[in-house]
């Protein structure tokens, strides 16, 4: 099902329905009978992405303990699939960075360096593999969460709820935007890639419901989202190549690689900060107030 509410359901309605179709979703991907593979994880952790988004959201309308149960729950659950993800995409990212950038190196000098990277990728995944046990508890994990979360008891409206969630979000995206217009610090990019690929999940939400004004805004925001998310992989592409150094024969084609690493990361940083002092140029309150007038009258509207 796609994950947007629907105006044919009360909100609390379709937001339970999008929780419980994240972690089915997840569930479903990760059954150990289909043969488990990197793709799985990737998809998995979208879907849990999701679920926990949702749970945000309704955060003050349920139980302060369920909430943290839930969110512990789904967050250990992510931690679990995330180094068989990260694996994943590193090849995928160095695959595509390999072709921007074909010139700068020949092909034998990217060949090795790409072989150097599945081979140190593939002792993450090889030992993530390996501890069946452990992904079996969470996958069961996951099928014990899908028979709880149904019977969450939703508290009035919860559009309250919603507001205060994306107001919070909002404003820890402000703040890492204008912390890392000042720093190179990787956490901070990090941290605020997270921030804002979590605003973008839940806005994702409701993106039929939105103006044409916020739906354009939320259109810039992917692109950040984007570019934060290349700066954060080739962060990962630069931790990996450098555990897997001494494999390397070529150093020069290692030395121009941290090169052509460190140039596009300084890129991407001019970039996400001028993207940011562009997106986030309006205080939370106001752009809060836009949204719910935005979606509200969409759902009068139905």
């Not at 943290?68 to 679990?80: F, P, Y």
């Not at 090795?112 to 002792?123: D, G, N, P, T």
């Not at 994306?166 to 921030?195: G, H, N, P």
């Amino acid at each position: 099902m796609p994950y947007t509410v629907s105006k044919t359901e009360p909100i609390e309605s379709s937001l339970k329905i999008i929780l419980v179709s994240g972690i089915k979703d997840a569930a479903n991907v990760l059954s150990l009978s289909q043969g488990l593979h990197r793709e799985q994880f990737k998809q998995a952790r979208k879907s849990l992405k999701k679920a926990r988004a949702v749970l945000y959201l309704l955060r003050d309308s349920i139980s302060e303990s369920k909430f943290s149960e839930e969110e512990k729950n789904l967050k250990n659950l992510s931690r679990t699939f995330r180094d068989v993800r990260d694996a994943h995409v590193t090849e995928e990212v160095f695959m595509a960075f390999s072709k921007a950038h074909q010139k700068e190196l020949d092909k034998e000098e990217w060949a090795e360096l790409m072989q150097a990277l599945v081979a140190e990728s593939k002792k993450t995944v090889e030992r993530v593999f390996q501890e069946e046990k452990k992904l079996r508890e969470a996958i069961a994990l996951l099928q014990a969460a899908m028979e709880r979360i149904p019977e969450i008891k939703i508290k009035g409206s919860p559009w309250s709820s919603i507001e205060e969630c994306l107001r919070t979000t909002f404003l820890e995206c402000f703040e890492y935007s204008e912390a890392c217009q000042d720093t190179q610090e990787e956490e901070y990019f990090v941290a605020w890639r997270k921030a804002v690929k979590f605003l973008r999940v839940e806005l994702d939400f409701f993106i039929e419901a939105l103006n044409p004004e916020i739906k354009k805004w939320n259109q810039e925001l992917h692109t950040l989202s984007d570019a934060l998310g290349e700066y954060q992989d080739l962060t990962l592409i630069e931790e990996q190549i450098q555990a897997c150094e001494k494999s390397i024969q070529s150093k020069k084609a290692f030395q121009k690689l941290e090169k052509l690493l460190h140039e596009r990361k300084k890129n991407l940083r001019k970039t996400t900060r001028k993207l940011g002092r562009e997106i986030f140029n309006t205080k939370p309150k106001a752009f809060v107030k836009d949204f719910s007038q935005s979606t509200k009258s969409w759902f009068k509207a139905a």
